[in-house]
């Protein structure tokens, strides 16, 4: 399955992943805080978030992050992620 970092903090020696993984022929999304151990190896933490992978789940996450940007006063960020989907195909 694939893995997003979404920030790495150097200075503390963490990073902060998007996975999906799969358990009982369910998947799910997971937003996980790992930590660097002694062999360097990024290993998992207890702080995080798990949430079935469903497309109500998705959606509801996505409308969750741009209600968050949108009160935020990001509309460079808004403008960058739009003109990344700008070249997908368009729903009739």
Excluded at 5 to 33: A, G, H, M, P
Excluded at 51 to 75: C, H, K, P, T, W
């Amino acid at each position: 399955f694939p893995v997003t970092i979404l920030c790495e903090n150097v200075e503390k020696f963490y990073q902060l992943k998007l996975t999906l993984s799969e358990f009982r022929d369910k998947y799910y999304v997971n937003i996980r805080k790992y930590f660097q151990s002694y062999e360097g190896d990024f290993v998992p933490s207890r702080e995080g978030v798990s949430m079935e992978a469903s497309v109500e789940n998705i959606y509801a996450l996505l409308d969750g992050l741009f209600d968050i940007v949108s009160q935020g006063e990001a509309r460079e960020i808004v403008q960058h992620y739009a003109a990344k989907f700008s070249d997908l195909p368009q729903e009739p």
